[in-house]
């Protein structure tokens, strides 16, 4: 997850306001054909307008303010004082199409995107997560262990910790050893986010009669698929090196549209869209963002 933390204007209350989100899909249409000639496939563009506390309504374009003032001057009597109404647009180049999304905030302070952290850093779970470790791997059961593997686990909404049976090495570490984490918050929200180390290299330990491991972060989604996490990149390709299935969709209006098979086999990829579509329906966590954009949803080897 990039690690973001900014002042930022949020959303207080939606169910609150007074107008319905009808209202403010009744004019995409029109603002669709200001922003559509200027975007180009795989670009993005936003709309922003204010309605101020004496009611009157700010353009935050430079470009064709007045037409968007005259478009929102519609809808005026629906909006809010206070409130600023952005709508998001994206030219998807693979389907050539114009998707589009609107979110409406009150002015407020708070941490947009934070990672999951743990009381006194990383680093401190980091020492208790090798030293409980290294104190309990029996030295007569070497080849016992999953070697050059790494230990995964999940920092769950509610700040707990979930290790992966994938690697044995997990099974031996005191999960009661550690205090609890603040889960990670995008959109105000908390998610669920996954961590791995390095693989568990025999060979160093052997050598240095000590396991040393750097902690690494990704997005998921917050179900496991066939006892595997979900990964998520939001913006880029991910390197296809280490990915059994790659799936790529639109993310636009709180829904997936236009998934598209990239890696790996068919049937299993087409279960993981079924799993995927469900995961979602659940409120998983991507339906707390707002701006329309391509995702890439994989496995890893």
């Not at 001057?73 to 809010?80: D, T």
């Not at 989604?221 to 969709?249: A, C, G, M, R």
């Amino acid at each position: 997850m990039r690690t973001l933390t900014i002042i930022i204007l949020i959303l207080f209350g939606k169910n609150s306001l007074a107008q319905s989100d009808s209202v403010l899909i009744s004019i995409i249409d029109d603002l669709e054909r200001i922003v559509e000639p200027r975007l180009e496939n795989d670009s993005t563009f936003s709309i922003v307008v204010e309605l101020d506390s004496n009611k009157n309504l700010i353009a935050y374009n430079k470009n064709d303010q007045f037409r968007i003032i005259k478009i929102f001057e519609r809808i005026k009597s629906s909006l809010k004082e206070n409130y600023l109404y952005s709508y998001y647009f994206f030219k998807d180049g693979v389907s050539d199409k114009l998707f589009s999304s609107f979110f409406y905030e009150e002015f407020g302070f708070i941490n947009y995107e934070v990672p999951a952290s743990y009381p006194g850093g990383i680093n401190a779970f980091l020492k208790i997560f090798l030293e409980d470790l290294n104190g309990k791997i029996d030295k007569n059961k070497i080849d016992q262990y999953n070697w050059n593997k790494p230990i995964r686990f999940i920092v769950r909404k509610d700040g707990s910790v979930q290790f992966l049976e994938d690697n044995n090495f997990a099974e031996i570490i005191d999960i009661h050893k550690f205090k609890k984490w603040q889960p990670a918050i995008d959109m105000g929200v908390p998610i669920n986010q996954f961590f791995k180390t390095d693989p568990i290299n025999k060979e160093k330990y052997l050598n240095e009669g000590k396991v040393e491991a750097e902690l690494y972060s990704f997005d998921i989604l917050d179900s496991l698929f066939k006892e595997q996490p979900v990964y998520i990149e939001n913006y880029n390709k991910p390197d296809t090196s280490d990915v059994n299935i790659l799936l790529s969709y639109v993310f636009a209006r709180n829904t997936l549209e236009e998934p598209r098979i990239l890696k790996g086999d068919r049937k299993l990829a087409n279960q993981l869209i079924e799993f995927i579509q469900e995961s979602v329906n659940k409120e998983n966590y991507l339906t707390n963002r707002h701006k329309p954009r391509r995702i890439y949803v994989f496995l890893k080897d």
